[in-house]
C-alpha cells in the first residue's frame, strides 16, 4: 500500500513533477469538491471498490 500525501500529490501533478496519478482513497472522503483533483486533467479519481457486500 502506498500512502502520500495529498497536499504534496496535488503540488506535484500541478508542477508537471507526477506525470499523473488515479486514485481511490483519499485524506477526506468523499473527495470535497472544492479538491483540485477533481479538475486536473491528469487524475483519475475512483471510488472505492475494495469492500465485502
Known sequence: MFHH????LV???AS???AGAALDVFETEPLPDESPLW?????IVACRS????
Open 16 to 18: 508537471a513533477s507526477l
Open 39 to 43: 479538475t486536473m486533467a491528469t487524475v
Open 5 to 8: 500525501e495529498q497536499s504534496a
Open 50 to 53: 475494495n469492500y465485502i457486500i
Open 11 to 13: 503540488d506535484a501533478l
